[in-house]
């Protein structure tokens, strides 16, 4: 089995900055890739950001520019170091991991970004 844990959310103003953080553990022995979703209250699920091999990135338009996914391999986490954030980036975020071995996507449970004056 493979465990995703979470951190880094919280509530912020616009303008600021938060990094989130998802490690992941257990079964895993490689990783085809990691990645960030977010849902919105009455909005559905959308990819945030997607990072494959340790350096090949992929963004929504709505945060290129202002998010940054990264990851550490020997620790197998991913971040999402996100700056000026808006309100429209309120919601809940999930980490993704796409395990290699069996072709599972495993996620997170979920963090609250809230960006509110």
């Known amino acids: 089995q493979v465990h995703l844990v979470e951190s880094g959310g919280g509530l912020v103003q616009p303008g600021g900055s938060l990094r989130l953080s998802c490690a992941a553990s257990?079964?895993?022995?490689?990783?085809?890739?990691m990645g960030w979703f977010r849902q919105a209250p009455g909005k559905e699920r959308e990819l945030v950001a997607t990072?494959?091999?340790?350096?090949?990135?992929n963004y929504a338009d709505s945060v290129k520019g202002r998010f940054t996914i990264s990851t550490d391999n020997a620790k197998n986490t991913v971040y999402l170091q996100m700056n000026s954030l808006k309100a429209e980036d309120t919601a809940v975020y999930y980490c993704?991991?796409?395990?290699?071995?069996?072709?599972?996507?495993?996620w997170g449970q979920g963090t609250q970004v809230t960006v509110s004056s």
């Open positions: 993704n991991v796409a395990v290699a071995w069996n072709g599972v996507n495993y």
């Open positions: 990072i494959r091999s340790g350096s090949k990135t």
């Open positions: 257990g079964r895993i022995f490689s990783i085809n890739a």
